[in-house]
């Protein structure tokens, strides 16, 4: 015999509208906001740069919400360098390293790589606490000691690419 669910045998549809963000419990993903890139980026600049396309904003829908913050960066140096990935919440430096020779930030490189031809993926995952319902923006940036092409999603030695980066963020309920 076939069951049938007509709302006269015990079970209740659920109506939209009925399970909102406030109804699902802490640690809960509410919503996700992704900035996919795959085009190049380089710079020689030896002053923090944005990484073009590697940025997104999300609009916490609570106050005691977090942000899980990830990100992936391919890249590549053209001679050997200290270079650092960093990451920015409304131009405010978060998930930041111990001060070093090249200042707060996740290394990306040190003085042994020299392989031009070489791309690396770097990673940060950062569990943020913006503690608003404002809109709020993510941005990624690189940073170096010298003044070295640094270069993003493909090898620093020729225009040759084909790799991806990405941000990723996810509001946790809290």
Partial sequence: MA?????????????DGVITDANLPAGSVLQVVQAYKNDAFT???????????????????????????????HWSSASSSNGQLRVRRNGTLIANGTSGTVGNGFSMANQGVTDSRLVM??????????????????????????????????????????????????????
């Fill in 43 to 73: 710079t020689t600049s030896n002053s923090e740069t944005d990484i073009t396309g590697l940025s997104v904003t999300i609009t916490p829908s609570s106050a005691s919400s977090k942000i899980l913050v990830m990100t992936t960066v």
């Fill in 121 to 174: 993926p770097s990673n940060i995952v950062f569990l943020d606490a913006p503690s608003t319902t404002s809109a709020t923006t993510y941005k990624v940036a690189m940073d170096q000691d010298g003044s070295v092409l640094f270069a993003v999603n493909r090898r620093a030695n020729n225009t040759e690419f084909g790799m991806s980066s990405h941000i990723t963020v996810m509001e946790i309920a809290g």
């Fill in 3 to 15: 069951l049938e669910l007509n709302g006269t045998t015990g079970v209740s549809l659920v109506q």
